[in-house]
């Protein structure tokens, strides 16, 4: 899986949809969440192309929430976004706003991570560090199972990831953690860079 798209113009492309930085910061952090997965799981020659379908996984969302996943190919379009990059985005939606199901396991990841790395996020947030350098998989079960807690992620969705690829919710809680880790400083200090925020 290859995409044509540099990395600037992808980051360029989310920019022009996206003001918000709580926005823009979700689009980083899955980027290098999906950076680190693609590394981990022996996709190392695709790592650009799983970073940037990551970074542009919600270009439609903040302009057009409710046509998330409708609106983004005729976004990606306008950039020059290959087909594959293209139904890679929509597959992340599959079930909730998108038919788009996801086929790669580069898919079934952003698809699964997406979700869990929001919950991941709000849980870091409440944490004495405000980072998930020291969290715990068992304190991050402790939130996946309290459903008041960050509602808006879906639970659903993240056992269902775990299940499209196969893994225990506890691996997939476990490599996303160290997925986040390793982006978690890059990502804020780029959402600074990029929004002086």
Avoid at 32 to 60: P, S
Avoid at 127 to 147: A, I, N, T, Y
Avoid at 177 to 194: F, G, H, K, T, Y
């Amino acid at each position: 899986m290859k995409t044509a798209l540099t990395r600037e113009q992808a980051l360029s492309l989310l920019r022009k949809y996206n003001k918000e930085p709580f926005h823009i910061l979700h689009g980083l952090t899955v980027e290098g969440v999906m950076r680190w997965y693609a590394k981990e799981l022996g996709y190392g020659e695709e790592e650009d192309f799983w970073g940037i379908a990551g970074l542009l996984h919600d270009i439609d969302f903040e302009l057009y929430p409710e046509e998330h996943c409708q609106k983004a190919p005729e976004l990606l379009r306008e950039g020059k976004a290959e087909e594959e990059l293209i139904h890679a985005v929509c597959s992340h939606g599959y079930g909730l706003v998108s038919d788009v199901k996801p086929e790669h396991e580069m898919e079934k990841v952003l698809f699964a991570a997406d979700e869990l790395t929001g919950l991941i996020g709000a849980a870091a947030r409440m944490r004495p560090s405000k980072s998930v350098s020291d969290m715990e998989v068992s304190s991050l079960k402790k939130k996946f199972k309290d459903k008041r807690f960050a509602a808006g992620c879906s639970r659903d969705v993240i056992r269902e990831g775990a299940e499209v690829l196969g893994w225990e919710l506890e691996k997939l809680f476990s490599m996303t953690i160290d997925a986040m880790r390793s982006c978690e400083e890059q990502a804020a200090q780029e959402l600074e860079a990029v929004t002086g925020e």
